[in-house]
């Protein structure tokens, strides 16, 4: 843009920054599936430990040195059932989980050669293997019990509890919102992390054990109540994920420019041709977790040209893991700690900037704002301060049915089972770590209790 141009509109918004090839490439899968070589070497490097402390730090308590094991010995359908055995989104949580603070961060590996085994490509070495091939399906229905479950929400919560349940011979009905399956997997997850189609992919495997049926554009609280639900089937499974979003709290919210950061991701990931998709020139991102690295990595891969992270605290308050800030300064995004919005700048009716105080904490240790400031200019700004639990589709005759806890999600004990007799809730409806493997081992136990409680009821 021109100095004058700029001088009459300062907004810089446009599509197709980039070549149809930089787009492909930008978004292309970020970790390259491992070769048969490279995987089998690296499965040797395995110590195939007693009581191995991987196991113990992968929520959903994959056996990892028995598939390591399998793929060692050119076993690979057999590797990939043991991990689909305990994880049945293992695919997806081979391309999303934070290994290195979870299962990779624990492996023995570490302490003598300080790299440790790439446990996350060898399971995604295994599943993709599985779903390449004709004979994937490697689970078997029980025979049918007659039993009807619901599920609201299909993300990985909802899919991990269904097929569950559908192992067990019951029938499952999904109802969901969206006009697609898969949750956040679908509409949230970095494009690059979960490139190409593998989360619709994914799905179609949970699917296919049969048994299973989704019912799109069946919201409840609009479509379907919580009571219909509870007379008409067996048992309920709340699997809704969050879908509120932290407001900034600041004047002129509402300028245009300034987006929740997952409401452009979901624009992101359903658009057909990212050559199409608007992006700023100046990106400004208020956050410190998993949404706001993603939205500042991906609006600088659709070819922004300044792209500012603002954090109101230090790089280790930040919920976006080390690995994850790293990945996001290496895509060259500026990632600016110690400092809080204080105002948005607008020019007709448009941000065009963002002013920061600088903060820092008091003597108890309370975060305060310093008094001085600075602005940077922004032609999009996205809040990414946090989701929360809308729970308005819990309310009956203006009354909540369940109980909620004190954060607003919905409570639950050790099997999911919410205070409502015959409905359990699992995921990021629930407490918990908000992860996609916390949501699928939720999904897992709610379907062991369901399972149980109607065996119990006959
Ligand atoms: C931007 C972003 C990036 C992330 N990146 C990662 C990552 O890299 N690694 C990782 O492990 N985790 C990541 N997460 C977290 C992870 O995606 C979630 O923890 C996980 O998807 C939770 O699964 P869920 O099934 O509980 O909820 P969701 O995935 O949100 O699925 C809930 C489903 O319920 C549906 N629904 C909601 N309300 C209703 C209703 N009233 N009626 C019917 N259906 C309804 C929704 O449409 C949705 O399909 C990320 C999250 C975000 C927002």
């Known amino acids: 843009m021109s100095k004058a141009a700029e ?85 997806s949580c081979s391309r999303v989980c934070p290994v290195e603070e979870l299962c990779e961060e624990a492996c023995v590996r570490n302490t003598q050669s300080g790299q440790p085994i790439k446990i996350g490509q060898l399971q995604r070495y295994a599943t993709d293997h599985l779903y390449s091939r004709k004979d994937a399906q490697v689970f078997t229905r029980k025979p049918a019990t007659g039993k009807k479950i619901a599920i609201v929400g299909a993300g990985p919560a909802g899919l991990s509890c269904a097929h569950g349940l559908a192992r067990e011979g019951h029938n499952v009905t999904i109802f969901e919102a969206r006009p697609k399956a898969g949750g956040l997997n679908e509409y949230g997850i970095a494009a690059y992390k979960v490139a190409g189609n593998f989360a619709q992919r994914e799905t179609d495997f949970i699917l296919a054990i049969g048994g299973i049926e989704i019912k799109n554009g069946q919201a409840l609280g609009q479509q379907i109540t919580l009571s219909q639900l509870r007379k008409d089937y067996d048992a309920v499974f709340l699997g809704m994920g969050m879908k509120g979003v932290n407001a900034l709290g600041l004047e002129a919210e509402n300028l245009q420019g300034v987006e929740n950061a997952v409401d452009y991701i979901e624009k992101l990931r359903q658009a057909k041709d990212l050559g199409k998709l608007p992006v700023g020139r100046h990106v400004v991102v208020i956050g410190g977790g998993n949404t706001a690295i993603d939205i500042a990595i991906q609006t600088k891969r659709l070819g922004a040209e300044y792209v500012t992270l603002v954090y109101r605290r230090g790089a280790g308050e930040m919920s976006a893991t080390h690995h994850e800030q790293e ?27 963002v002013e920061f105080e600088y903060t820092q904490l008091d003597a108890n240790g309370k975060l305060m704002g310093t008094g001085d400031t600075f602005s940077i200019p922004a032609d999009m700004v996205f809040k990414a301060i946090g989701q929360t639990f809308v729970a308005t589709p819990l309310k009956e005759q203006g009354r909540d049915l369940l109980q909620l806890t004190k954060k607003g999600r919905i409570a639950v004990n050790e099997d999911g089972q919410t205070s409502l007799p015959g409905v359990w809730a699992g995921g990021d409806c629930t407490e918990g770590q908000d992860l996609t493997v916390a949501a699928v081992e939720d999904g897992k136990i709610a379907a062991i209790a369901i399972n149980r409680a109607l065996k119990e009821k006959k």
Not at 327 to 353: S, Y
């Open 7 to 91: 001088a009459e509109n300062p907004v810089d918004i446009a599509a197709g920054r980039l070549s149809a090839a930089q787009y492909a490439e930008n978004f292309s899968d970020v970790a390259p599936p491992l070769d048969r070589n490279s995987a089998v070497t690296e499965a040797n490097r395995c110590l195939f430990c007693f009581d191995a402390p991987c196991i113990e730090a992968c929520l959903t308590s994959i056996d990892i040195p028995v598939f390591i094991k399998k793929i060692s010995t050119d076993n690979v359908k057999g590797a990939a059932t043991t991990i689909l055995s305990a994880n049945i989104m293992g695919g």
């Open 327 to 353: 990945f996001a300064q290496t895509n060259g995004v500026t990632i600016k700690h110690w400092a809080q919005p204080k105002k948005l700048i607008g020019f007709q009716g448009h941000v065009t900037g």
